[in-house]
């Protein structure tokens, strides 16, 4: 009896797999590459668009309260220990300014 179950529910999954999948044609002459390569040139521009207006401006705010919140931090560590350490807002000072001047320059590099 359990077997049986286990087949009728295999083959309604099989069938439920055959009734809706589809098969997929690139552009009726079979070339996949071309119609990705389509998609691509279409899809780039606002791909594009939105790194530039919305991930770049986000990792930049981002990074900018890190680095002034440690800047703070290594501030109240000079008052208390008198050394004041470098090193973390170097680091994300230099990734600001990499992320600031990024969207200059990343797209010649990937070349679109």
Request: with cysteine; net charge positive; hydrophobic share 60%.
């Amino acid at each position: 009896m359990k077997m049986k179950r286990i087949a009728m529910l295999l083959c309604i999954a099989l069938l439920l797999t055959m009734v809706f999948s589809t098969t997929a044609f690139a552009a009726g002459t079979g070339d996949v590459a071309g119609a990705i390569e389509g998609t691509w040139t279409t899809a780039s521009q606002q791909i594009k668009t939105v790194v530039n207006k919305v991930v770049f401006p986000a990792i930049d705010l981002i990074l900018a309260v890190f680095f002034f919140a440690k800047l703070g931090t290594a501030y109240f560590d000079y008052r208390k220990h008198g050394q004041f350490e470098w090193a973390a807002p170097a680091i994300l000072f230099a990734c600001l300014v990499f992320t600031l001047t990024a969207p200059l320059y990343i797209w010649t590099i990937l070349g679109l």
